[in-house]
C-alpha cells in the first residue's frame, strides 16, 4: 500500500523523510515523491519507479525543515509521475494513503467550480476539495473538519499549506497513520518502520482525528475542533528488529525468527497449565459456530483452524475470504464468533467484515499482530500474536504465530468440549514445549530444500496437493511460491486431480504432496501414485517414513501432535519457495505488484 511520511523540526527533513520512504519500501510502490517548504515556498518533486530515482533528484542539504514524501501504489490512474503524490491545487499539497470512493461526484463538482485536474488520481480531488473550502472559511483547521463530512472512502492524508510554513497537518479514517515525537521534532508515518530509527514513541491517530503539528508542539482534535487527548505509547521493538541483521532478505530473517516467535506468542498465553488457557481464552466458550475471516495467508491459517477446531473441539467452522463474506448473506447469530485474521489489523476487507459483524450485533475477536491496529481496536476481543515487526511483504512468522494461536485455541476448546482428554492433553503440552526446537531444526535442514528447489526453480507451473489439514498448508505453500517467485502454482486436494486437475501433469511436473495426516495418508499416497504414473516429479513431505520409493525427493519433518503438525510442515516449504524465487532472481521482500497491507478494498 502507499507510504505515508512527513517530518517537522530542527533538522533538515528531506534526509529523514527520504530514509522514511525507504523503510516503507515493503509496503510495496510505483512511484514516489516529496514536497518542502523551500524559502516559505512549497518545492514538490517526483520520481517514477524507485527511490533512488528520486533521491537522484534531491538536494539533501536544502533548508528545508517541514515536508511530506510517498511511496504510491497506484489505485486511479497509472503509475506515473504525473500521479504521483504529493498533489498540490491552489493553496494545498497534499500526500494520501487509500480510496476516495465519492472522488467522481466531488471531481464534478470542483470541475464546474474551475477546477483543473492534471492527474487521474482521487487525492488530487481531495486536494482540491481542501482548497475549495479554504477559499471559504480561511481557516485550515475548520476546512479539514468539513472535508471530513464531505470525503468517502479510506484515507490518511499529509498536508501542508502555503499559508502555514511551520505546520504539518494529518487527517485519517480507515487507513492507518501515526504521529511520533522525537527530541528534534515530529514526525506522521503509515507505519513504525518508517520513524523506528529516530524514536519509538508514537500517537495513533483514530479516525476523523485532526492532527495540527509544529516542530515542538502535537495537537490532536476530533471533528469538532474540541482537542483531544492522546497517549503517547512506545513501540516494543528496537530499529535493529526492522532491519536485515546480516540476512540476504528480510523473508529470510523472518523465517529465522520463527523459533522465537512461536516461544513468545505461546508463553504469552500458555504457562504449561490448562488454567492459563483457561483465564486468556475462556471467552471463547460462549459461541456454538464459527466464522473465520481474512485475506490471503491469514485466510489460510483459517482454512488449518477449521481442521484443528472442527475435529478437536467438535465446532462448526466457516472459513472465508473477506472480500466475499463482506457482501454476503452470513446467516450469523448471537452465538457465532466472527474471528479477524490479519497481521497488519489494517487489510481493508476484513476490517469492513469486522465493522459489519459488530453492526448486526455480532462477537469479534482479532488475532492480529499489529498492536493498535484498527482491527486490533475495533474488535471486541483480541489476540495478539507475538511475530514483531514483519517487513517481508510475504508472511511467516505472523502466518506460524497465527497458527501457534489456532493451536492453543483448539487445545483450550477441545479439552473444555470433552474431546481431548487429560492424556492427550499431557502429549500436546509437551510438544508444545518441544516445539521452539523442532522449528529450529526444521529450519536448520534448509539446504535440503534448497537444493529441492535448485532442481525445479525453472518450471513454469508447479503443484501442491495434500488432504485435510494438508491441503490447508498447500493452499499457503502455495501462495508463497506464487507471490514471490511468480511461478503459476495451484493446491489442489489430493481427492481432487482426478476430476479434472491431473490432465495437467506432464512428464517432470513438479507436484508436492504434503502427507502428515495419518488417517487420511493411504488415500493420499494413491493419489501420488495416480501423478507418479503421469511422470510428475514428486516432492514427499511427510512425518511418515515409507519403505517404497513413489516420489522422486523426501522432506521429512517431526512428528508432533496433529494440532501442532501444522506449524512444523510450513517451514521447508517457505524455504523451497525462498530458493526458487532467489534462484530465479525475484525481489523476495517487496514482489511486484504486491503491497504488505492491503489497506483499500
Ligand atoms: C501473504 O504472504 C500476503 N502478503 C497476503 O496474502 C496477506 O496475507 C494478506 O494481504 C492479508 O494481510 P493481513 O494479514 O495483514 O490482513
Redesign the pocket.
Known amino acids: 500500500m502507499c507510504g505515508i511520511i512527513g517530518y517537522v523540526g530542527k533538522d533538515k527533513c528531506i534526509p529523514k523523510i527520504i530514509h522514511g520512504l525507504e523503510a516503507l519500501e515493503y509496503r510495496g510502490y510505483d512511484s514516489a515523491g516529496i514536497s518542502y517548504f523551500f524559502k516559505n515556498k512549497i518545492k514538490t518533486i517526483k520520481a517514477e519507479g524507485k527511490i533512488v530515482n528520486l533521491k537522484a533528484l534531491l538536494n539533501f542539504n536544502e533548508e528545508s525543515y517541514l515536508g511530506i514524501g510517498h511511496t504510491r501504489w497506484a489505485t486511479h490512474g497509472k503509475a506515473n509521475k504525473t500521479n504521483a503524490h504529493p498533489h498540490s491545487v491552489g493553496k494545498f499539497t497534499i500526500v494520501h494513503n487509500g480510496i476516495i470512493e465519492n472522488y467522481s461526484e466531488l471531481k464534478e463538482k470542483l470541475i464546474k467550480e474551475k477546477y483543473v485536474f492534471k492527474s487521474e488520481t482521487d487525492t488530487e480531488v481531495a486536494c482540491a476539495l481542501f482548497d475549495f473550502l479554504y477559499k471559504k472559511n480561511k481557516n485550515i483547521l475548520e476546512t479539514l473538519s468539513e472535508a471530513i463530512k464531505i470525503l468517502k472512502g479510506s484515507y490518511a492524508f499529509g498536508i501542508i499549506c502555503n499559508d502555514d510554513a511551520n505546520t504539518l497537518y494529518a487527517l485519517r479514517n480507515t487507513s492507518p497513520l501515526i504521529i511520533a515525537t522525537d527530541e528534534t521534532g515530529n514526525f506522521i508515518a503509515s507505519d513504525v518502520p518508517a520513524i523506528l530509527k529516530f524514536t519509538n514513541k508514537y500517537i495513533l491517530l483514530e479516525d476523523n482525528e485532526i492532527a495540527q503539528i509544529t516542530a515542538d508542539k502535537i495537537v490532536v482534535y476530533n471533528n469538532n475542533l474540541e482537542i483531544v487527548k492522546k497517549n503517547i505509547k512506545t513501540f516494543s521493538e528496537s530499529y535493529e528488529a526492522a532491519t536485515k541483521n546480516g540476512y540476504e532478505h528480510f523473508m529470510l530473517k523472518e523465517i529465522n525468527e520463527q523459533d522465537k516467535v512461536y516461544k513468545n506468542t505461546i508463553d504469552y498465553y500458555f504457562d504449561g497449565t490448562i488454567e492459563s488457557l483457561e483465564k486468556n481464552f475462556n471467552f471463547l466458550n460462549k459461541f456454538e459456530r464459527i466464522d473465520i475471516v481474512?485475506?490471503?495467508?491469514?485466510y489460510h491459517t483459517g482454512l488449518v483452524g477449521k481442521c484443528l477446531i472442527e475435529k478437536y473441539a467438535n465446532i462448526p467452522v466457516n472459513v472465508e475470504v473477506a472480500s466475499e463474506y463482506r457482501y454476503k448473506n452470513c446467516f450469523y447469530n448471537n452465538k457465532t464468533l466472527v474471528i479477524l485474521?490479519?497481521?497488519?489489523?489494517?487489510?481493508a476487507d476484513?476490517l469492513a467484515v469486522l465493522r459489519k459483524a459488530k453492526n448486526d450485533q455480532i462477537k469479534t475477536l482479532a488475532i492480529v499482530n499489529v498492536v493498535g491496529s484498527s482491527i486490533a481496536r475495533e474488535a471486541d476481543y483480541v489476540i495478539y500474536i507475538k511475530a514483531g515487526c514483519e517487513i517481508a511483504?510475504?508472511?511467516t512468522k505472523?502466518?506460524l504465530a497465527q497458527l501457534a494461536i489456532f493451536s492453543l485455541i483448539t487445545t483450550y476448546l477441545g479439552y473444555k468440549n470433552g474431546v481431548i482428554d487429560s492424556k492427550e492433553l499431557t502429549t500436546i503440552f509437551k510438544d508444545i514445549n518441544l516445539l521452539p526446537n523442532l522449528i529450529n531444526k526444521t529450519i536448520a535442514n534448509y539446504e535440503t530444500y534448497f537444493k529441492i528447489a535448485d532442481k525445479i526453480y525453472k518450471h513454469k507451473q508447479i503443484f501442491f496437493i495434500g488432504r485435510g489439514i494438508d491441503y490447508a498448508i498447500s493452499m499457503e505453500a502455495s501462495?508463497?511460491l506464487k507471490?514471490i517467485s511468480y511461478i503459476n502454482s495451484v493446491a489442489y486436494q489430493a481427492g481432487e486431480l482426478k476430476h479434472g486437475t491431473i490432465s495437467l501433469i506432464d512428464k517432470n511436473t513438479p507436484v508436492i504432496a504434503i502427507a502428515t495426516d495419518k488417517y487420511l495418508l493411504e488415500k493420499t499416497i494413491s493419489n501420488i501414485k495416480e501423478v507418479k504414473a503421469r511422470g510428475a516429479f514428486v516432492i514427499l513431505v511427510s512425518n511418515t517414513t515409507f519403505k517404497d520409493h513413489f516420489y522422486d525427493e523426501f522432506i521429512t519433518i517431526a512428528d508432533v501432535h496433529p494440532i501442532l503438525q501444522s506449524i512444523i510442515i510450513i517451514i521447508p516449504l517457505q524455504l523451497l519457495a525462498y530458493k526458487v524465487a532467489k534462484n530465479n532472481g525475484c525481489n523476495i521482500d517487496k514482489p511486484k505488484n504486491?503491497a504488505?497491507?492491503?489497506t483499500v478494498e
Do not use: M, N, R
Open positions: 481474512a485475506c490471503g495467508s491469514a485474521v490479519s497481521q497488519s489489523g489494517e487489510t476484513t511483504v510475504a508472511t505472523a502466518y501462495l508463497k507471490e504486491l504488505k497491507s492491503v
